[in-house]
Structures are given as C-alpha cells and as structure tokens.
C-alpha cells in the first residue's frame, strides 16, 4: 500500500505559477510510475505528466506531458524525500482543476494502471 497526499493548490491569476508537491508514505520501496492528473467540473479526468526510473539507471528520469502543459509544466521527483512535485508556470485559466497524484507499478512499457490515488488539490486560475 501507498498514501500519497498533496499539497500546494490555491489561486493564482493567469500567468501566475505554482508548485504541488505530492508526498508518498507506506510501501515506497517498490519502483512505481508517479503521475499527476486533473479534473475540472464537468469534464473528464486527464493525465497531465507521469515520471518513472528504470533500476539500476535510477538517476535517469523519464517523463511525459499532456501537449497542452508542455513547455509550462515540469514533473520532478526526490526519491529521498519521496515526494513529486509539478511545477507549474504560465498557468491559464483553462488549468483550473483538481489534481491529484498517483502511483502505479512501472511496465515495460513505462507507466501504465495507476493504483494508487490522492484526495486531490484544487488549482484555481482567474484571467
């Protein structure tokens, strides 16, 4: 099992920046992808960036973004503090959501099922 809890949400106005951090407790010995996702009301949810390692090559961190954030938001991770924030800059309005991060095993492939969720931080972006 792994509790995850975010932080770091609030309002700021368009073209602001914030930063969420999402802090990992329980059975973090295990490689797991970590992603960040998003919900605005009445829409559905969306991955906005995921990170993950591949042992023995932990210092190389690969990590992908919606096409919507890239170039405004950055995924990072510190294993020791387990926590993985997103940094977020440039924000729009379009940006207002929950987010929330996630944990899943990491496949072959890379990130696939998340199984693990937090309760979610709201970002609120007026223009």
């Known amino acids: 099992q792994v509790q995850l809890v975010e932080s770091g949400g609030g309002s700021v106005q368009a073209g602001g920046s914030l930063k969420l951090s999402c802090a990992a407790s329980?059975?973090?010995?295990?490689?797991?992808?970590m992603g960040w996702f998003r919900q605005a009301p009445g829409k559905e949810r969306e991955k906005v960036a995921t990170?993950?390692?591949?042992?023995?090559?932990?210092?190389?961190?690969?990590?992908d973004y919606l096409d919507s954030v890239k170039g405004r938001f950055t995924i990072s991770q510190d294993s020791a503090k387990n926590t993985v924030y997103l940094q977020m800059n440039v924000l729009k309005p379009e940006d207002t959501a929950s987010y929330y991060c996630?944990?899943?095993?990491?496949?072959?492939?890379?990130?696939?099922?998340?199984?693990?969720w937090g309760q979610g931080t709201q970002v609120a972006v007026s223009s």
């Open positions: 329980g059975n973090t010995g295990s490689r797991y992808c």
């Open positions: 990170i993950y390692t591949r042992p023995p090559y932990t210092h190389i961190y690969y990590a």
């Open positions: 996630a944990a899943g095993p990491v496949g072959s492939l890379g990130c696939g099922k998340f199984d693990y």
